[in-house]
């Protein structure tokens, strides 16, 4: 729609009808007040059949003007590459819409500097102020080890952020599920039933639904990591993303596999042993694989004992208290929790456990 104020003709020369650039069709729109009068600068005020503050006066009224390209003026190429673009911004506007919490934008980044100019075209800085920005990047780049300290933790931090938050959310979505439907077990649909039966599949819950056992089991499984613990330890684990198997198997966490076909050899590997580290198509797919390995694990079962009284006491997830409980993660022992402790303090990572991701 173009504007066209009272004397447009003036500001378009006077051309004859049949050379205007424009299919015309003027509308009138009166004030309340019934004035009709039009003075020499009305056009000035013409937008969207809204008079200026002064339009309360009887002498002054608006003028909406409708106007549509002529066909005639824009060659059939043109009028098709118009079209299609309209439909791509349709389209990704759509996307936008149908998104769930859960799902980020994916993106390569092949050096640190293209890392850098995205996180600087979001405003997205370390430490993170007010929403996240949905931005799924799919592996590290390979010169993060090029830079300095505080630029390499920045990079680090802010690349495995979104990935957190975006499968803490997936966990809560699927954690209310499993809340809700094991309240009202007698009324869920088939497939809310068969959902919950895969949920219980999944996480280990053995036995019947309607067990108290087997409700407790469940619901101390689905559930979220805090970010800062995430962060610490796939920061130890893969030094700060500069690792062999952080670049290339996108394994941020020393996660083992015994299938050859699904992991990569340890160059220090004992004769004797079997194990791979797992690869990974992707970052986020290395943090599910995680959180999902600590909320079924029989390693951490402390580590949910301690999050489901923590749940059941109103309290925000501790990660500090949590760590507590990672001794099994690494040989190291409690060294390796003191290590996780001191990481998450000296980088003040507690902080985006407030966070969340932009929509």
């Known amino acids: 729609m173009v504007m066209i104020p009272w004397n447009a003709d003036k500001r378009l020369g006077n ?5 205007w650039p424009f299919n015309l069709q003027i509308k009138p729109v009166f004030h309340q007040d019934g004035g009709t009068a039009c003075p020499a600068d009305c056009g000035n005020h013409a937008l969207q059949g809204q008079s200026p503050a002064a339009s309360a006066t009887p002498d002054v009224f608006s003028m909406t003007a409708m106007a549509s390209v002529s066909r005639t003026l824009i060659p059939p190429p043109v009028r098709v590459l118009i079209v299609l673009m309209a439909l791509i911004l349709a389209l990704q506007g759509l996307v936008e819409l149908l998104r769930k919490p859960h799902e980020l934008r994916p993106i390569r980044a092949d050096q640190a500097a293209q890392l850098q100019r995205l996180f600087d075209h979001h405003d997205y800085r370390w430490p993170p102020q007010g929403k996240v920005p949905p931005l799924g990047i799919l592996s590290l780049p390979p010169d993060l080890d090029t830079l300095d300290v505080d630029q390499k933790k920045s990079l680090f931090f802010r690349t495995l952020l979104p990935l957190v938050l975006a499968e803490n959310a997936r966990l809560r979505e ?5 809340h809700d439907a094991l309240n009202r077990l007698e009324t869920l649909t088939g497939s809310e039933g068969r959902r919950l039966q895969r949920l219980a599949r999944q996480y280990g819950a053995e036995g019947a639904l309607d067990a108290p056992a087997t409700r407790t089991t469940l619901l101390r499984r689905v559930d979220i990591i ?4 995430v ?14 198997f952080a670049v290339e198997a996108n394994n941020l966490f020393g996660i083992w596999t015994y299938e050859a076909s699904a992991g990569l050899t340890p160059g220090e590997r004992n004769v004797d042993a079997r194990h791979y580290v797992r690869a990974y198509p992707s970052l986020q797919r290395a943090v599910r694989d995680y959180l999902h390995n600590l909320n079924i694990g029989h390693a951490y079962g402390a580590l949910r004992r301690q999050r489901a009284a923590m749940r059941a006491r109103g309290e925000p997830l501790d990660p500090l208290v949590l760590a507590g409980a990672l001794e099994r993660y690494s040989e190291r022992g409690v060294d390796y929790v003191t290590e996780i402790r001191g990481m998450i303090r000296s980088n003040d990572l507690n902080r985006p456990g407030q966070l ?4």
């Open 174 to 178: 699927r954690r209310r599920f499993a």
């Open 356 to 359: 969340h991701l932009a929509q």
């Open 231 to 244: 962060l610490a330890q796939a920061a130890n684990e893969s030094g700060w993303g500069t690792s062999r």
């Open 15 to 19: 051309l004859p009808a049949g050379q």
């Open 226 to 229: 805090p970010p800062a613990l």
